[in-house]
T-cell receptor, first 112, second 114 residues
Framework: GQQLNQSPQSMFIQEGEDVSMNCTSS?????WLWYKQDPGEGPVLLIA?????ELTSNGRLTAQFGITRKDSFLNISASIPSDVGIYFC????????????FGKGTTLSVSS | KAGVTQTPRYLIKTRGQQVTLSCSPI?????VSWYQQTPGQGLQFLFE???????NKGNFPGRFSGRQFSNSRSEMNVSTLELGDSALYLC?????????????FGSGTRLTVV
């Protein structure tokens, strides 16, 4: 089946630093989504991308839909302690229909 | 507006038993999807219901089933529970099931099989 390779698996950074994570696939996706999950909760949508090349920001978060439609990245600028959590990329493709394919997640730790 | 509500939040069952989980979507959302989250496999799609019909299905055994009612509320059932079914089960609702309208997840039901 389709897979998303998300990296890095984990990151340990200082407050104020910028963060970058990405997802790649051998398959084409029509939509890329970035979610954040806090312990004991469901994923919360951060950014949605619908067109190849699209660059979208949400506050300190910026994400891009790769030109090849096989990758996406998420940047977090000036990290703060509440950025701690697990970040997931998810894609939707013609092959998977209405199902979201998720990456394995990036665990972000921020020290103040 | 109210979010996606999943009940119960926690559940402990014995191997061989069956379990039913419930999901109430956001008002006006007609699509409900279910996902299984485990440390090893991550988030995996189980199935999606739209207007009381199963529209999409993931690669899970037939012990996993679901249904959707006319008010869009959905239930999923797992029969003959196995230890490996221990997981966080998440449901997500959307207006149509296409991500253009966004997927909103509930807080999940944590199932432990002993």
């Amino acid at each position: 089946g389709q897979q998303l390779n998300q990296s890095p698996q984990s990151m340990f950074i200082q407050e104020g630093e910028d963060v970058s994570m990405n997802c790649t696939s051998s398959s084409i996706f029509n939509t890329w989504l970035w979610y954040k999950q806090d312990p004991g909760e469901g994923p919360v949508l951060l950014i949605a991308l619908y067109k190849a090349g699209e660059l979208t920001s949400n506050g300190r978060l910026t994400a891009q839909f790769g030109i090849t439609r096989k990758d996406s990245f998420l940047n977090i600028s000036a990290s703060i302690p509440s950025d701690v959590g697990i970040y997931f990329c998810a894609g939707q493709s013609n092959q998977a229909g209405t199902a979201l394919i998720f990456g394995k997640g990036t665990t972000l730790s921020v020290s103040s | 507006k109210a979010g996606v509500t999943q009940t119960p939040r926690y559940l402990i069952k014995t191997r061989g038993q069956q379990v039913t989980l419930s999901c109430s979507p956001i008002s006006g959302h007609r699509s409900v999807s279910w996902y299984q989250q485990t440390p090893g496999q991550g988030l995996q799609f189980l199935f999606e219901y739209f207007s009381e019909t199963q529209r999409n299905k993931g690669n899970f055994p037939g012990r996993f089933s679901g249904r959707q009612f006319s008010n869009s509320r959905s239930e999923m059932n797992v029969s003959t529970l196995e230890l490996g079914d221990s997981a966080l089960y998440l449901c997500a609702s959307s207006v149509s099931g296409r991500s253009n309208y966004g997927y909103t997840f509930g807080s999940g039901t944590r199932l432990t099989v002993v």
